[in-house]
């Protein structure tokens, strides 16, 4: 069983930052992906962007590509997105799972981003 537990988010202006992390604990294994799905309402849940435990492999979404940053502190077993130059599209509540790159085994309880226009 591995345990996630979420920081971050809130509310922020067209073109602010924000900055997310999520920290499992538990039985975490020796290889692993965690990320971030989010969902906003009415949309089913879709994928932001995920990092290896070594943080040598990184993936993310066409629509944050080049704006979002995702980091890993495998000692901490913490993974981290840095969202920059947020757009409202970007509102959503996010979910941080871990798994493999794009699967979920896990998941966060989510935290609510809101970008005002």
């Known amino acids: 069983q591995v345990e996630l537990e979420e920081s971050g988010g809130g509310l922020v202006q067209d073109g602010g930052s924000l900055r997310l992390s999520c920290a499992a604990s538990?039985?975490?294994?020796?290889?692993?992906?965690m990320g971030w799905f989010r969902q906003a309402p009415g949309n089913e849940r879709e994928f932001v962007a995920s990092?290896?435990?070594?943080?040598?492999?990184?993936y993310y979404s066409n629509s944050v590509k080049d704006r979002f940053t995702i980091s890993m502190d495998s000692a901490r077993n913490t993974v981290s997105l840095q969202m920059n130059s947020l757009k409202p599209e970007d509102t959503a509540v996010y979910y941080c799972?871990?798994?493999?790159?794009?699967?979920?085994?896990?998941w966060g309880r989510g935290t609510q981003v809101t970008v005002s226009s």
């Open positions: 538990g039985r975490t294994s020796s290889q692993y992906f």
């Open positions: 799972f871990y798994g493999w790159v794009y699967r979920g085994d896990y």
């Open positions: 990092i290896s435990r070594t943080g040598i492999h990184t």
